[in-house]
Structures are given as structure tokens and as C-alpha cells.
């Protein structure tokens, strides 16, 4: 099979580790560069749990480090969800994998102007490197496939009424990226709210067995005891854990189990609504579309593709 290359941005970040861990169990993607944001964490922290985790995964690629701030508001991380380390009550070893010398933005500039063929960008934090990429190197641009990005909402938000995290922390970078001509698919709340994983399907997991498994179901449950409650969409949210960033990535690896509509969207960048995507359903804007908007999942088959990446990631990683 004709693997997709593809960059990874990222702020891990417990749905960010299994995004990870799916991406690099794929033999669809090949992972060129891993990027990281600040997010759910500081940068410093965000880019230390790619080290370790990835580290652990026994991947070999580059990592390379993100700005430090969104581009003009303070960082708001969200360690109230993913725990002080990002990880939940789950450590990794040190990492054996080092930060690259170039800094993300340069990195992701090098390797897409390097590539045979136009590459993908998975992005589940803010947005800040790729706008940043954009702005500084409109020559990127044509040798970006596609964005395929977990954020925003049309829905509601889980930061304010109506704006989604992602969105929230860094709404200039959103907007930059939303206009600059780019192909998007947004995976925002409207679509991960109804990719949940219930507890019984999280006991596949850990019916694996191994301490590799264990970690695994350790976060999911410390995400499941500090998720935000999302009264609709989900049943039971006590039970359901909404695996926003994985999305991203099998919107990539296996885009038919969505589906979704092509809008025009735009991002509010100041005052209360900051950060609120407006989603143009309706087409009342009159302006091209510029995304794809996902909004509904096949469920089943999106919790048979992520129980079945733990299970072959298990077969490789080792741990006494
Ligand atoms: C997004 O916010 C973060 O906490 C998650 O990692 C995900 O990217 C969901 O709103
Ligand atoms: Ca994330």
C-alpha cells in the first residue's frame, strides 16, 4: 500500500496520545515529522510527552518544537482534563528520542518542500505553528495536500457557550489557517461528541493484558473521571469517553466512516465569542466553501479501527 506522508501537530495531551499511538500503528501514514503545540500544556511540557511517549512507541522520527504562545493571547492549558504531566496518573521512561534542532515551523517548511508528493498535516491542538508556517512560507502552500484538523464547533463550545478549545486558545492562528486557501476538514465537537468509546470497549483494552495495554486504559479512565459533561450527542456521558483527536487522524486514514458537508467557515478572534467557529451550513455567507465540516461517525467501525491500532502497537512495544 501507497502510504500517505504526513506531518503531525500536536500538544499531547491524552486524546493527543491516542491519536498517536493510531497514527503510528497505521500502515497507511508515514509519519515524517511530529510537531509540537502549546495547549493542553506549555510547550515545554507538551514537547516532553512527545519525546517520552513516542520514545516508548520505539518510533524513530523527528520531533521538533513549537512556538511557545498562541499568536496574541496568554496560553489557557487544560490540565484540569489531561492532569499536571498531560498523561493523567500514567509516567513514561525518560525519553531516549531528542528534540530536533529546528524549530517546528522550519522543520515543517523543509520536509514539505522536500516531499515527492503533496503531504498531510494532522493538526489536534491550536493552530499556532501552521499559521505561523503559512504566513511565513506562502510557498508551502502547494505542496499541502490537506489540513485535516480537530477543532472548532458548530454546535456549542466546551470553553465558552460556542467556542471549542483548540479554537479558543489560539483563534488568530484558526483564523489564518481557515483563510489561507488550503484544503480543510474540521473534525470539531459536532462530529467527536458521537465518536465516544464506552467503558465495556475500553475493557477490550485492557483484556490485552500487557503493561503497554495498561497504561492505555489507565489515561482513558483518568480522561473519562475529568471530561467536561456534553449533555447531548453522547449517551451516558459518565461513561463515554469522546475521543476528539483521534478523528483527525482516521479522517485521514479512513475518511468514509464520516461524513460531513463542505462550508465556509470563519473564526471569531476577539471579545467573549472569541474563538467561535461560524459555520456556514446554509450557505448564508454566499462565500466558497473553504472546509469540509465532519458531523457524523460511523461509530462501530471507528472503535474497531482504534481497538485494532492498540492491539497491533502492542505486538511492537515492549515493556516488562
Ligand atoms: C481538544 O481540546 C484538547 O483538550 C483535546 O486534546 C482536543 O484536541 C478538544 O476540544
Ligand atoms: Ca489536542
Not at 497514527?23 to 503545540?37: M, R, W
Not at 502549546?38 to 522520527?61: C, E, F, M, P, R
Not at 456534553?230 to 459518565?238: E, G, K, V
Amino acid at each position: 500500500m501507497n502510504k500517505k506522508p504526513v506531518i503531525i501537530d500536536t500538544d499531547p495531551g491524552i486524546d493527543d496520545a491516542m491519536m498517536l499511538i493510531y497514527a503510528f500503528a497505521s500502515d497507511a501514514l508515514d509519519v515524517k515529522l511530529v510537531t509540537t503545540e502549546a495547549g493542553n500544556l506549555s510547550q515545554a511540557k507538551t514537547s516532553y510527552n512527545a519525546q517520552a511517549l513516542l520514545s516508548y512507541l520505539q518510533v524513530d522520527v523527528e520531533i521538533a518544537k513549537g512556538l511557545e504562545h498562541p499568536i496574541l493571547r496568554p496560553l489557557e492549558v487544560a490540565e484540569d482534563i489531561h492532569g499536571e504531566t498531560g498523561f493523567g496518573t500514567i509516567t513514561f521512561p525518560a525519553p531516549t528520542l531528542p528534540l530536533s534542532e529546528r524549530g517546528a515551523v522550519e522543520a515543517m517548511r523543509q520536509v514539505l518542500l522536500a516531499s515527492d508528493e503533496p503531504m498531510t498535516i494532522i493538526a489536534t491542538g491550536p493552530l499556532t505553528n501552521v499559521a505561523a508556517l503559512l504566513l511565513a512560507h506562502p510557498e508551502v502552500k502547494p505542496h499541502i495536500a490537506h489540513i485535516s484538523w480537530m477543532g472548532g464547533s458548530a454546535v456549542g463550545g466546551n470553553m465558552s457557550p460556542t467556542a471549542e478549545f483548540n479554537a479558543y486558545v489560539d483563534p488568530h492562528a484558526a483564523e489564518i489557517v481557515f483563510r489561507s486557501g488550503v484544503r480543510i476538514t474540521m473534525s470539531g465537537l459536532d462530529v467527536t461528541h458521537k465518536a465516544y468509546v464506552t467503558l465495556p470497549e475500553v475493557a477490550r483494552i485492557r483484556a490485552i493484558g500487557t503493561p503497554f495495554a495498561q497504561r492505555v486504559e489507565q489515561m482513558l479512565t483518568f480522561y473519562l473521571a475529568n471530561m467536561h459533561e456534553t449533555p447531548f450527542h453522547t449517551p451516558n456521558y459518565s461513561t463515554t469517553l469522546r475521543f476528539h483527536d483521534l478523528c483527525a487522524v482516521i479522517a485521514v486514514t479512513h475518511p468514509h466512516v464520516f461524513s460531513g458537508m463542505d462550508c465556509y467557515v470563519s473564526v471569531v478572534v476577539d471579545g467573549q465569542a472569541a474563538g467561535t467557529t461560524h459555520v456556514d451550513y446554509m450557505g448564508r455567507t454566499g462565500l466558497l466553501p473553504n472546509a469540509h465540516v465532519l458531523h457524523t461517525v460511523d461509530r462501530d467501525a471507528f472503535v474497531d479501527l482504534f481497538v485494532d491500532a492498540v492491539t497491533r502497537m502492542n505486538e511492537r512495544v515492549q515493556d516488562a
